[in-house]
């Protein structure tokens, strides 16, 4: 099986479990995207690999406006996030759709994924829609299912991992990763890490707070679409402005708020 033919899933879309997975996937896409933040970071990478999937047709957008039989759903590279839309090249070839082909850049709705996944060491977090349809594969099917994807180690197809759990093995980095539990989910330790080298960075040249990039972005932006609280109150204490826009008219709070980051967004709203 080809990468592409590999990555690219036909099912019914009036499917609940499916349409269930898809909601998992996107209300839990925050984890997927603090880690990308992170892994932007680090002079070593970390991930294997980090993708999004989403459905596509050759409607008038070239998107999906709904499920139906012409949609293909398909994997994206290079993903970034605006706090409204995720963007990326396309990893497959379609099937049949002409409106986009193999590495297009694309963008679309967050409301319109339909899952992602990154890996670790070869270990899959998230991959909700594979899982679906690995749980209802045979053993020996969903081995070969796996090998397809390179070997990839997905795990109990009922049993999504989000995040790195403690003592999962891996060395260094699994260690770096984590602590959190599935159920409960805390700061990432990378946050709570570089907190205090944020805080001699701007003790050193206080200015940074305030520095914009092309797109109106600052600093606190960043950390607060990342969900990264104890950064979030290093810039607040260092005179960050919790009002400032970007480019496209959004402020810190509505960024945290975007992806559902309760304590940051408690962090950055106005007193009252």
Not at 155 to 184: C, H, M, Y
Not at 250 to 268: E, F, H, I, M, Y
Request: charged content about 25%; some cysteine; overall charge negative.
């Amino acid at each position: 099986m080809s990468e592409s033919q590999s990555k690219v899933f036909l099912f019914d879309g009036s499917d609940p479990e499916m349409q269930r997975a898809h909601e998992h996937a996107r209300a839990n896409f925050r984890y997927f995207w603090r880690e990308v933040h992170w892994e932007r970071r680090r002079i070593i990478p970390g991930l294997d690999m980090a993708s999004v999937k989403a459905p596509f047709s050759d409607g008038p957008q070239g998107s999906a406006q709904g499920e139906n039989p012409e949609v293909e759903h398909m994997w994206l590279s290079d993903v970034d996030f605006d706090g409204r839309e995720v963007s990326g090249v396309l990893l497959n070839s379609p099937n049949w759709l002409t409106s986009v082909k193999e590495g297009d850049p694309v963008s679309i709705p967050l409301s319109q994924i339909s899952d992602w996944m990154y890996v670790i060491g070869g270990e899959v977090y998230g991959a909700y829609t594979v899982n679906l349809l690995r749980s209802r594969m045979g053993r020996a099917e969903r081995a070969e299912h796996d090998e397809a994807w390179g070997g990839l180690d997905f795990g109990d197809p009922a049993k999504i991992r989000v995040v790195p759990q403690p003592n999962e093995g891996g060395g260094f980095l699994k260690s770096w990763f984590g602590k959190p539990s599935q159920t409960e989910i805390g700061e990432h330790p990378a946050s709570e890490n570089i907190a205090g080298e944020i805080q001699k960075q701007l003790a050193q040249d206080p200015s940074i707070v305030h520095m914009k990039d092309d797109n109106g972005w600052t600093f606190l932006h960043g950390e607060a679409l990342a969900g990264s609280l104890a950064c979030v109150k290093v810039l607040l204490a260092a005179g960050a402005d919790p009002k400032v826009r970007t480019n496209h008219g959004l402020t810190p709070l509505a960024l945290a708020q975007s992806l559902g980051w309760d304590k940051v967004a408690a962090l950055l709203a106005p007193v009252s």
